[in-house]
């Protein structure tokens, strides 16, 4: 080789053994750069999974975690390295690989290593000295020593984590990993996802939870039936033994070794052939005697809830009704759970603190998967907290306050038998409703057997009168006809019934079903009306107000019709009849409802069936029998004391009323004066045009129908005043503070003994206190009390051992007044006052511990209803003190 080519291939290795390095480190660089983006990719795309909703479009997404900035970062430096072109991809290989081979070979070509060189290995040094020679002047140009040095420079950057908004920006890189495009792609950020998982979990088991917590109150109920025949057993002397078997025992050994009860010989078992004069036959026998006891006694055990009987398995026992009831009224929400089942592969990728999702969709945007996952979160943490507020409560204050619902759910269960839930229906009939099944997704409230079945009675049936005593629950009978009707997929619904239960119906509507009330009534009636056609729901009116909008329902069809008080609708002659009587006409299911007894009133019956079917009675004279009979197909009425066996049973009804004009002027000069006394007593103030005594004559006239008693509660003597020459009937008293206690029992004692229904009105200070009133069924209070145990112990005089009949309480209370306020405060609603408001073992004690300040409860009142009603005015007026009684 020539000097002057040993020099150019000296210059050639300096200048590989410069840029070969370099040229390793890029190539280094580039491919753990790939390797750690295949990597992060092949964890984010692992990650993606499928939404497919029932009814929805179908997505595909993938959550975002804290640690996945990381990984786009990585993805983003694989996707932003320096693009190469075969040429330069080939040189970046030359100098990394190929020089530096060349290199090592052409050492052979050395002065002395040429002596210990095979001709083989110094003819392949000479070709690679060739090639290195040949290739110099390209790979070492300055302008591929600049790219070398740029992509040299690159790789001195580290990959730095990308926000997660930058998932499917091109530099990320992620977006030609994920499939082929479709129409929708973005990332969203999602408040709460990474609640998600919890979420979903949560909801999606909802169905196990539930079946669980039914078990475990069936075994709560089994739990109180077995302590309550544990007690029976307690109070069974040895000597019933004997009752059961016809072997002659020895029971005198028994009580000479202190077992004096039929429990306490099934606790001591055959270690009874020990006792003396007891031997093993004897000891079996004896067991077996208490063991039929025991059968027997537990066949007779009813499960009972009674707040003066405290029993921990009674108490556990509330807890797991109040479980049951929260779950299975949140597992009604089957579209709900649909979709947290569907939501289950993703939920099980988000990571904790995930925060935002990529979306891909080819049939809709994100938008549409954030209207289904944004609410999840919240709607489980509001289940979350009913369930903490089960397990933190007081069970026996729940249970006083609705012990309806309670009961109810005890009769579901098969824990409270019901008898008389037929009433005097045909076999046919009754075996047909059997098999109806009641679609309960739109109710909130649990049903008991007799109810659920007069409701599948009017399903079956289409055309019914229900007419159940006042008390059982024919609004709730009703409206499980409707939901039911809006399950199967009806929107329009109308209640028929007079004005001063129409706020009632709106408030049942609401707070029983998951149904739109609309109150067609008042100033707001065309707005109502407009607003029912044009989205259904639940219209409620009244008789007069149906004259009004008759126009606005010619040819409209009804998914439903409720008549309530249908014995207004008596009179064949009347507009009210032949309104009510066309629109049954023309609607497939009917509902009338009426508590007052019908049976010896055969004209009347006989005009409302003929609402229903006329052709059941064609007319014809028949005896009352025949007519029982024929009626029998639409007619279901069920007593009290036919279907209640857990007697005295509390029924309570707060009927919300709307004030009429008359009472709204008293009212709001109430208002104006600031004074607490006055305001609380206005409703009654306008006489006969008062919605409140308006209300109550209606109240008393059905009880009267149905010959119970009444007893009337104020805490004002001129509301009594006002009662007294307004309720029909037989009136006793007013009985207040002033009447000397003798004279007060001789009241009470006329009244018990009247025939019929009768009335007997008192000063809840003096009536409801002291006195047995058993002979009374059926309690008014006028007005919310201050002290809510003045209410408890009015309506103790009337449900307490003895009575035989259940305690209907109804609580006149008008709404956007004093009564909405003081029942706002009191129930707990508000934090100031809600540790008073709780019933609780020390309230049992000591009464007074849950009233509130009178003077602050004021204060709050008058407060709160000048600023509603004036709210321009100055609140400077000075506010009256409690008043004495008056």
């Known amino acids: 080789m020539e000097r002057e080519e040993r020099e150019r291939l000296h210059e050639a290795v300096e200048a590989g053994e410069r840029l070969s390095p370099v040229a390793r480190r890029v190539a280094a660089y580039r491919q753990a750069t790939h390797d750690a983006a295949d990597e992060a990719a092949a964890v984010l795309t692992g990650r993606l999974c499928v939404v497919d909703p029932p009814g929805a479009p179908r997505w595909r ?17 694989a996707a932003t390295l320096m693009h190469l072109t075969a040429a330069e991809d080939r040189l970046l290989h030359e100098l990394a690989e190929d020089v530096p081979r060349a290199s090592r070979e052409i050492r052979a070509l050395g002065p002395v290593r040429r002596l210990f060189t095979s001709r083989r290995r110094r003819e392949a040094a000479t070709q690679a000295a060739q090639r290195l020679l040949e290739g110099h002047r390209s790979w070492a140009s300055e302008r591929n020593q600049r790219l070398l040095d740029r992509l040299d420079a690159q790789g001195r950057e580290p990959a730095l984590p990308l926000a997660p908004d930058q998932a499917l920006s091109p530099r990320a890189g992620l977006r030609d990993r994920l499939g082929p495009p479709t129409a929708h792609e973005q990332v969203v950020d999602v408040p709460g996802l990474a609640r998600l998982p919890e979420a979903v979990a949560l909801l999606a088991s909802l169905l196990t939870r539930k079946q669980h917590a039914r078990a475990s109150a069936t075994a709560a109920g089994e739990a109180v039936r077995d302590a309550a025949v544990l007690r029976l057993l307690e109070a069974m002397p040895v000597e019933r033994l004997r009752t059961v078997t016809r072997e002659r025992l020895r029971v005198g050994a028994l009580a000479d070794a202190g077992i004096t009860t039929v429990r306490a010989v099934l606790e001591a078992g055959q270690a009874l052939e020990r006792l003396p004069g007891v031997g093993e036959l004897t000891a079996r026998r004896m067991v077996g005697a208490a063991e039929s006891l025991r059968g027997l006694a537990r066949a007779d055990a009813s499960v009972r809830l009674d707040p003066q009987d405290r029993t921990p398995e009674a108490e556990q026992l509330l807890a797991a009704l109040h479980t049951w009831e929260v779950l299975r009224q949140a597992a009604k929400a089957r579209d709900l759970l649909a979709l947290a089942q569907a939501l289950g592969p993703l939920a099980g990728q988000v990571a904790p603190g995930s925060s935002h999702l990529v979306v891909l969709s080819g049939g809709s945007d994100a938008s549409d998967l954030l209207d289904l996952l944004l609410p999840l979160p919240e709607r489980a943490a509001e289940l979350a907290a009913a369930l903490a507020d089960v397990r933190r409560g007081d069970p026996w204050a729940d249970f006083v306050r609705r012990p309806s619902d309670y009961f109810a759910l005890l009769s579901e269960l098969g824990l409270a038998e019901e008898t008389g839930t037929y009433g005097e229906l045909p076999d046919d009939v009754v075996e047909a409703v059997r098999r109806q099944e009641l679609d309960g997704t739109h109710l909130r409230v649990s049903l008991r057997g007799y109810q659920s079945f007069g409701a599948r009675f009017a399903l079956v049936q289409k055309k019914v009168l229900i007419g159940d005593e006042m008390g059982l629950g024919k609004t709730i009978e009703a409206l499980a006809v409707l939901a039911h009707r809006a399950a199967e997929g009806g929107r329009w619904f109308l209640v028929v019934c007079p004005a001063s239960v129409v706020t009632n119906w709106v408030r049942e509507v609401t707070l029983r079903t998951g149904l739109a009330a609309r109150k067609v009534h008042g100033t707001g009636r065309d707005h109502a009306l407009r607003q029912w056609r044009a989205e259904g729901g639940v219209a409620v009116t009244t008789y007069a107000t149906l004259g009004r909008i008759w126009a606005d329902l010619d040819g409209f069809e009804l998914d439903g019709l409720v008549v309530d008080e249908a014995h207004y609708v008596k009179n064949p002659g009347a507009a009210r009849s032949e309104r009510v009587g066309r629109l049954a006409a023309r609607t497939e299911y009917v509902v009338l409802l009426s508590g007052t007894p019908l049976e010896n009133r055969l004209g009347e019956f006989a005009a409302l069936v003929g609402h229903l079917r006329p052709e059941l009675l064609d007319g014809e004279e028949r005896t009352p029998l025949e007519f029982s009979r024929a009626v029998a197909p639409v007619y279901l009425r069920r007593n009290a004391e036919d279907v209640l066996l857990e ?33 609380r007593r206005a409703a009654f103030r306008s006489g006969p045009r008062s919605a409140k005594l308006e209300r109550l004559v209606e109240i008393v006239e059905e009880a009267e129908a149905n010959g119970r008693r009444v007893l009337v509660f104020s805490y004002f003597r001129e509301v009594l005043l006002h009662v007294t020459a307004a309720v029909p009937g037989r009136v006793f008293g007013p009985l207040t503070g002033s009447v000397p206690p003798a004279q007060r029992q001789a009241m009470v004692d006329e009244f018990s003994a009247a025939e019929g229904g009768a009335v007997l009105v008192a000063q809840i200070q003096a009536g409801g206190v002291g006195l047995n009133i058993q002979a009374a069924s059926v309690v008014v209070i006028c007005e919310p009390q201050v002290k809510p145990t003045m209410e408890w112990q009015a309506v103790a005089r009337a449900r307490r051992m003895g009575q035989l009949e259940s305690v209907q309480v109804h609580r006149l209370l008008a709404e956007d007044s004093v009564d909405e306020r003081m029942v706002e405060i009191l129930s707990g609603k508000s934090e100031i006052f809600h540790r008073f408001a709780r019933v609780s073992q020390t309230a049992q004690a000591a009464p007074e511990a849950v009233d509130v300040s009178e003077a602050d409860l004021a204060r709050l009142v008058i407060t709160a209803e000048r600023e509603r009603l004036f709210p321009q005015e100055a609140l400077d007026q000075p506010q009256d003190a409690p008043a004495p009684l008056p």
Not at 62 to 75: I, S, T, V, Y
Not at 666 to 671: G, K, L
Request: aromatic letters at 6%.
């Open 61 to 77: 997404v993938l959550p975002l975690g804290p640690e996945d900035g990381m990984r786009l970062g990585r993805l983003s430096a």
């Open 647 to 679: 007697l005295p049973e509390l029924v309570e009804v707060d009927e919300w009323l709307d004030l009429s004009r008359a009472d709204e002027r008293a009212y709001s000069e109430a208002v104006a004066q600031g004074s607490f006394m006055a305001m």
